[in-house]
């Protein structure tokens, strides 16, 4: 007789550039916790414009990945367009009713500085000038001026990414608000123990003691720029890179680096007035949630 497989029962959906990478590292060290090798699913999530090949293929492919959780109290897995998605809370809920979900904000202004730098180093986005590329979006949705090089188009789609509102209550509609915590990222900067310990608590774990802090998946230096412009200029480039495997790409960007492709100019501090404006215009989504948690942004 074939053995049931094991579902989640916790997921760490979002949001993006916002600590998920820092509560799953404290989270997998837990010995009453198992989240698998792969971070980033997005399984769940199928209906968005996926470059490159997925992380499964079908559902029995993607519970494989929890085989080996047996006997562990909290299993889940980590995927930020869980929250962004349109699909997912569904799919979700239809894997298990009682799931617990775990939803970390970010002032928005500051996740998409630190997402177009991410986006940057990582070859998703090839404007360098941060309000160029915001400007860019609307162009982007209909499937234009997207770079040969990125591997996930929405990416790209800045002001839909931080759409906190109608994205927590397409989740509060589905499942009560006790089966979700919304932690801020400020927080998580000021005092990691109290949040860390907050999770615990939310996902009736035992303490266990936090490892030691760093910064995760940090955006950086603009690197690469002359590759990035030939990679570009490339039409047919798109099929062969998004084939190609991550830890491929990764050891070609360091090949590169040793023969003088690194760039010293690094992203400096967003214009002011374009943080302005930003702060302004993203004021409505600050507000919704921190009078929802309670929490500051």
């Known amino acids: 007789m074939k053995e049931e497989a094991i579902v989640p ?42 470059l490159k090949k997925r992380t499964a293929q079908n559902d029995e492919e993607y519970l494989s990945h929890f085989s080996k959780a047996k006997g562990k109290k909290v299993i889940g897995e980590k995927s930020v367009l869980y929250l962004y998605s349109k699909i997912a809370a569904q799919k979700i809920k239809e894997l298990n009713p009682n799931v617990k979900l775990i939803c970390i904000l970010r002032k928005p202004t500051d996740l998409l500085w630190s997402l177009f730098k991410y986006n940057i180093t990582n070859f998703e986005e090839d404007v360098l000038d941060f309000e160029k590329a915001l400007s860019l979006e609307e162009e982007r949705i209909k499937g234009n001026l997207i770079p040969n090089t990125a591997t996930f188009a929405e990416n790209l789609f800045y002001r839909k990414l931080i759409d906190f509102k109608s994205q927590l209550e397409y989740y509060y509609s589905l499942f009560d608000k006790n089966q979700i915590l919304v932690l801020s990222y400020n927080d998580l900067k000021e005092d990691s123990e109290k949040v860390y310990r907050e999770i615990l608590d939310f996902l009736d774990l035992e303490y266990y003691p936090l490892p030691e802090q760093k910064a995760y998946n940090k955006g950086g230096e603009i690197q690469l720029h002359y590759l990035r412009k030939f990679l570009a200029g490339l039409p047919s480039i798109k099929k062969v890179w998004n084939k190609t495997p991550d830890s491929f790409r990764s050891s070609l960007k360091k090949i590169f680096l040793l023969f003088g492709g690194k760039q010293p100019q690094k992203l400096e501090k967003m214009d002011e007035n374009l ?18 948690t309670g929490k500051k942004l």
Not at 21 to 45: A, S
Not at 275 to 282: C, F, H, P, V
């Open 275 to 292: 943080r302005l404006r930003l702060e302004k215009e993203t004021q409505p989504i600050v507000d919704y949630v921190e009078k929802l």
């Open 9 to 50: 029962n916790f997921f760490i959906i979002g949001a993006i550039k916002s600590g998920t990478t820092t509560l799953t590292n404290y989270l997998i060290r837990h010995p009453q916790v198992f989240m698998p090798g792969i971070w980033e699913f997005n399984y769940l999530c199928s209906e968005l414009n996926w």
